[in-house]
C-alpha cells in the first residue's frame, strides 16, 4: 500500500494559471513533508519543507500543511512552461536517518 | 546546494553481470541514500548510510548491496544483474541540520539485458 498518496496523476494548466497538487498519507508517523521537482532527464531537486499546520510561501509557490488529516497541498502561482515537470511529495519520520518516504508523482504540464 | 555526483550515468549490464553504481559528495553530509526510480512506482529507498563503514536496509533491498568506505562515497552493488533491476537510480545526501531535506544526484540509468 502507497502510503503517500498524490492525486491528481497528471494535470495541464495555461500558461499564468494555477496548478494545485494533493498530497495525503495513510501513516500517521509521518510528520513532516517536502514537495520536490523533476525535470526530464535530472534528479529531483527540493521545492520546499513543511513541517508545521498552516501556509508556507516561497514565490509562487505555496504550500499547505493539515497535520490532523495528513494532507499536504502544494500551489503554483502564475505558472510558467520551466514548471512542467514531475513533482512529488515526500514525507519523513521522527528518525532523520532513514530518508524520505515518496509519492508516486504528479506530472505537470504548463501550455501557452 | 549540495554536489553529489553519479557514475556511470548510463551503463548496460548482462544479465548475471556484476554492477557497481557509484556515488560522491563535497558536502559534509552524514547520510546517503540509494533510491530506484521506476514507472509507476515513484522513488524507492534500496540503502541508506548514517556513517562510514555502516549501511542500513531500506524498502527494496533484495538484490543489492551498498558499501559506504567514506563520508564522501557510497557505492550500490548488484551482485547478479537481473531484467528487473533496470531502471534509474539515484544517490542523494542529507545533514540533520537541513532537516533532512534530500539532495539528489543526476541519476543513473542502468539496462540490464
Known amino acids: 500500500q502507497q502510503k503517500v498518496q498524490q492525486s491528481p496523476e497528471s494535470l495541464s494548466v495555461p500558461e499564468g494559471g494555477m496548478a494545485s497538487l494533493n498530497c495525503t498519507s495513510s501513516?500517521?508517523?509521518?510528520?513532516y513533508f517536502w514537495w520536490y521537482r523533476q525535470h526530464s532527464g535530472e534528479g529531483p531537486k527540493a521545492l520546499m519543507?513543511?513541517?508545521?499546520?498552516g501556509d508556507k510561501k516561497e514565490g509562487r509557490f505555496t504550500a499547505h500543511l493539515n497535520k490532523a488529516s495528513l494532507h499536504v497541498s502544494l500551489h503554483i502561482r502564475d505558472s510558467q512552461p520551466s514548471d512542467s515537470a514531475l513533482y512529488f511529495c515526500?514525507?519523513?519520520?521522527?528518525?532523520?536517518?532513514?530518508?524520505?518516504?515518496f509519492g508516486l508523482g504528479t506530472r505537470v504540464s504548463v501550455f501557452p | 546546494e549540495a554536489a553529489v555526483t553519479q557514475s556511470p550515468r548510463s551503463k548496460v549490464a548482462v544479465t548475471g553481470g556484476k554492477v557497481t553504481l557509484s556515488c560522491h559528495q563535497t558536502?559534509?553530509?552524514?547520510?546517503m541514500y540509494w533510491y530506484r526510480q521506476d514507472t509507476g512506482h515513484g522513488l524507492r529507498l534500496i540503502h541508506y548510510?548514517?556513517?562510514?563503514?555502516?549501511?542500513e536496509k531500506g524498502d527494496i533491498p533484495d538484490g543489492y548491496k551498498a558499501s559506504r568506505p567514506s563520508q564522501e562515497n557510497f557505492s550500490l552493488i548488484l551482485e547478479l544483474a537481473s531484467l528487473s533491476q533496470t531502471a534509474v537510480y539515484f544517490c542523494?545526501?542529507?545533514?540533520?541540520?537541513?532537516?533532512?531535506?534530500?539532495?539528489f544526484g543526476e541519476g543513473s540509468r542502468l539496462i540490464v539485458v
Open positions: 558536502n559534509n553530509h552524514d547520510y
Open positions: 542523494a545526501s542529507s545533514a540533520s541540520l537541513s532537516g533532512n531535506t534530500l539532495y
Open positions: 548510510s548514517y556513517v562510514a563503514d555502516s549501511t
Open positions: 501513516d500517521r508517523n509521518f510528520q
Open positions: 519543507s513543511i513541517f508545521s499546520d
Open positions: 515526500a514525507a519523513r519520520r521522527g528518525n532523520y536517518a532513514q530518508g524520505l518516504t
